[in-house]
């Protein structure tokens, strides 16, 4: 693909930034478990830690995506590859029956435990799932649409991509040997999970670059949004049982299929990759208002702080959307998902 225009330095770094710090909130902070979403302050000190360990790899999986000139099969099968590799061998929490010192994780792991692989399959559909879209993709398609001229574009040089992989590479360094001290995964599943790393990687860049596009309209971005929240709410609430993971199964596929189906119609555009990624975003928002944080807060401080949260996501949304139609009215042909 032609290098990236040249723009002022603080236009090229607003994506960037926007990114490193929107993957993060989203992958930890927007549906409000932790007990810290009472504690602005420590959610802000916070981030120091956790944009480089959700940020970084954001960054680079939309970089190395748009650099080879692929599009977003390419960008979702990369999401699962770091999403597994944060959960199987950084922090090692899809194998740790004590990760969170709490009764209720241990409850929620046991009725899909498969004892001889050590890992619960509501657990592996839940990390997995909530990595691919809420730690990358849904971040990724928000900041996309704020910089509609530049999507398509890589975001980092030479030497902001060895920076970006040096902070990554520390933050996992780091999560790996404060959250493994206790714990350690077997090597044969450590193994495992490694080989399927590999394999995503290798299938993210094995896929044709372009599909043929078919005859009919896409849907209304309005339309896609709410089948987008129908579908993600579901599988944010479908309970930790073997009825569950098979309805979760479902739900993911469905999603998967439908957005992969109407992706390929004409007037396919930048709306409605936000329509997912901004349903992905409210669902969370909506959902942190009735789950209950882990350890104890105080629950004046946790709404106030899910109030914040939920109106600065439908601020950035709003902003989103007026970006991408204001690039779209100077542009004669829709702009195409890639």
């Known amino acids: 693909m032609p290098p990236a225009r040249k723009h002022p330095l603080p236009r090229r770094l607003a994506p960037v930034v926007g990114l490193f710090v929107l993957s993060p909130i989203c992958a930890e902070y927007l549906i409000g478990y932790d007990q810290i979403v009472g504690h602005p302050w420590e959610l802000l000190t916070g981030l120091l830690l956790l944009a480089p360990l959700y940020g970084a790899p954001a960054l680079l999986i939309?970089?190395?995506?748009?650099?080879?000139?692929?599009?977003?099969?390419?960008?979702?099968?990369?999401?699962?590859?770091?999403?597994?590799?944060?959960?199987?061998?950084?922090?090692?929490?899809?194998?740790?029956?004590?990760?969170?010192?709490?009764?209720?994780?241990?409850?929620?792991?046991?009725?899909?435990?498969?004892?001889?692989l050590g890992i619960s399959v509501g657990h592996v559909l839940n990390f997995l799932a909530g990595h691919v879209?809420?730690?990358f993709a849904a971040p990724i398609a928000v900041v996309e649409a704020c910089a509609?001229?530049?999507?398509d574009e890589p975001w980092l040089g030479?030497?902001?991509?060895?920076?970006?992989?040096?902070?990554?590479?520390?933050?996992?360094?780091?999560?790996?040997?404060?959250?493994?001290?206790?714990?350690?995964?077997?090597?044969?599943?450590?193994?495992?999970?490694?080989?399927?790393?590999?394999?995503?990687?290798?299938?993210?860049?094995?896929?044709p670059r372009?599909?043929?596009?078919?005859?009919?309209?896409?849907?209304?971005?309005?339309?896609?949004?709410?089948?987008?929240?129908?579908?993600?709410?579901?599988?944010?609430?479908?309970?930790?049982?073997?009825?569950?993971?098979?309805?979760?199964?479902?739900?993911?596929?469905?999603?998967?299929?439908?957005?992969?189906?109407?992706?390929?119609?004409?007037?396919?555009?930048?709306?409605?990759t936000l329509a997912v990624g901004g349903a992905a975003l409210v669902v969370n928002a909506a959902l942190s208002f009735v789950v209950d944080p882990l350890g104890q807060v105080s629950y004046t401080a946790k709404y106030a702080a899910n109030t914040v949260l939920m109106l600065m996501v439908l601020a950035l949304l709003a902003w989103a959307r007026h970006r991408v139609r204001a690039a779209a009215s100077t542009t004669p042909a829709p702009q195409p998902l890639r």
């Open 62 to 116: 939309r970089e190395f995506t748009r650099r080879t000139g692929r599009g977003w099969p390419t960008m979702l099968l990369l999401s699962a590859a770091f999403g597994l590799i944060l959960a199987g061998l950084v922090d090692q929490s899809l194998f740790n029956p004590d990760f969170f010192d709490d009764p209720s994780w241990a409850q929620e792991r046991t009725p899909t435990l498969v004892p001889a």
């Open 133 to 135: 879209i809420w730690s």
């Open 148 to 151: 509609p001229d530049r999507a």
């Open 158 to 207: 030479k030497v902001g991509t060895s920076v970006v992989v040096v902070l990554y590479l520390s933050a996992a360094l780091v999560f790996h040997h404060e959250l493994t001290r206790n714990f350690s995964a077997s090597p044969a599943q450590l193994g495992i999970t490694a080989a399927i790393v590999l394999a995503l990687a290798v299938a993210a860049f094995a896929l």
């Open 210 to 272: 372009h599909r043929s596009p078919l005859a009919e309209r896409a849907p209304s971005p309005w339309l896609l949004a709410g089948a987008a929240v129908i579908l993600l709410t579901a599988h944010q609430l479908v309970p930790s049982t073997w009825l569950g993971s098979a309805m979760d199964v479902l739900v993911l596929v469905s999603l998967g299929g439908l957005l992969w189906w109407w992706s390929a119609r004409k007037q396919w555009n930048r709306l409605h």
